[in-house]
């Protein structure tokens, strides 16, 4: 009768010892001879923490895999043109061979080599907030501040960026906001949608920036542009990972698919909600974050002694 009784945890014990998930595969799971009594729910919540544990390192693979194929591309790139380089410069020192124009060439390859290094640095930088992302649980830094604020403050430094490209960036409008935030991690979000509107809109466009204070008390950032949109299939699948669109990827070839990821962790850090829809007429793109409202007492009145 022991035996018989002891039987399922000598199953459990020896499937235990199975459960390894070499070689990417899947983890096991407890056999359950009986889901109802004291030993089958244990191994039932066993079996439930084993499938959270095989999305969490499938999820980790995929990471791996994506950040290991986008920094591939521009060390690749970056190697090559050192090579042609190099080959370029023996060519022109074999007997017979035209000199080298030295200046002009190094100038075209350190040129070439510093876009791709700025493109691999940005990538690095995206993959290590991600990675932080996932390994702190802690919650933000929060102040007392005003969202027109700390917005007025991320979007000027974009205007350089917009004139380049022949963009107008506009605030049409900032009210005045209060919110409880973290103004480091808020004013990164704006960057990365204010800097996606300018790098998805073409010459000639308009990107309008506002702050809005909804009447139940939330503060509410909206970034809308009049550039090449995102098609209804892929509104949710942009805040996935290393995804792009194939138009992003005709535009803007050297994205990396992070920065949208990035801004709906932020959000979710701050309770906010993010969401992605056409801007007005249907043309373009808006992107609107609802940070909602601080609790009774946790703003002092007026912006004394608030974040600025």
């Avoid at 098609?231 to 194939?246: D, N, S």
């Amino acid at each position: 009768l022991t035996g018989r009784t002891l039987r399922p945890v000598r199953d459990m014990t020896r499937a235990t010892d199975r459960i390894t998930g070499a070689g990417g595969r899947a983890l096991g799971r407890l056999p359950i001879a009986d889901p109802d009594d004291e030993l089958g729910q244990l191994g039932g919540r066993v079996n439930a923490l084993l499938a959270r544990l095989d999305a969490a390192l499938g999820q980790q693979r995929r990471f791996l895999a994506d950040a290991a194929h986008e920094l591939r591309t521009p060390v690749a790139r970056m190697r090559s043109r050192v090579e042609l380089a190099l080959l370029a410069e023996a060519a022109a020192l074999a007997p017979g061979g035209a000199p080298p124009d030295g200046d002009g060439d190094a100038r075209a390859v350190l040129g070439e080599i510093d876009a791709d290094l700025a493109r691999a640095s940005r990538l690095v930088d995206e993959l290590l907030q991600l990675a932080r992302a996932d390994a702190d649980p802690a919650p933000p830094q929060l102040v007392d501040a005003f969202l027109d604020d700390v917005v007025a403050d991320a979007v000027g430094p974009f205007q350089q960026a917009a004139r380049r490209g022949g963009v107008t960036l506009a605030q049409s409008r900032l009210d005045e906001a209060p919110a409880r935030l973290d103004p480091v991690l808020v004013q990164r979000l704006v960057g990365i949608l204010v800097d996606n509107a300018i790098r998805y809109t073409p010459a000639g466009g308009h990107v309008d920036v506002r702050v809005l204070a909804a009447e139940d008390g939330a503060a509410v950032l909206e970034v809308e542009d009049d550039g090449i949109g995102v098609a209804p299939a892929e509104r949710e699948r942009v805040w996935e990972r290393f995804h792009r669109g194939a138009e992003a990827r005709r535009r803007a070839p050297g994205g990396s698919g992070l920065g949208l990821a990035i801004a709906r962790w932020i959000a979710e850090r701050h309770g906010a909600t993010i969401a992605l829809d056409a801007g007005a007429g249907g043309r373009g793109t808006r992107v609107r974050v609802r940070v909602p409202a601080p609790r009774p007492g946790d703003l002092a009145r007026g912006r004394d002694g608030l974040h600025r």
